[in-house]
């Protein structure tokens, strides 16, 4: 069973910008230093390739979702399907 979006509020704080707290910046800069360096190992390691532009492009994803998990504090807002 697919779960709709929530309401008008989660909607609203989808959009809104959340200011992020000092233990959040501290998160935010954890998780970008772990994908820098995993970047890094892959860019010195693997042939230039589409596999290797793809590997990277998934964790400049994998950075985004993380911090959007920071800033949420965890609560998915958009159901998974």
Known sequence: MVRELLGRDDIEKLFTFQ???EEMLDHFYAVAQAC??????IVEHVPASADRTL????LVDARMRANAAIALD??????MT
Do not use: K, N, S, Y
């Not at 820098?36 to 190992?41: D, I, L, P, Q, T």
């Not at 590997?55 to 998934?58: D, E, S, T, V």
């Open 74 to 79: 965890g609560q998915r807002l958009i159901p």
């Open 19 to 21: 200011p992020p707290t």
């Open 36 to 41: 820098e360096a995993a970047c890094r190992v």
């Open 55 to 58: 590997a990277i492009q998934h």
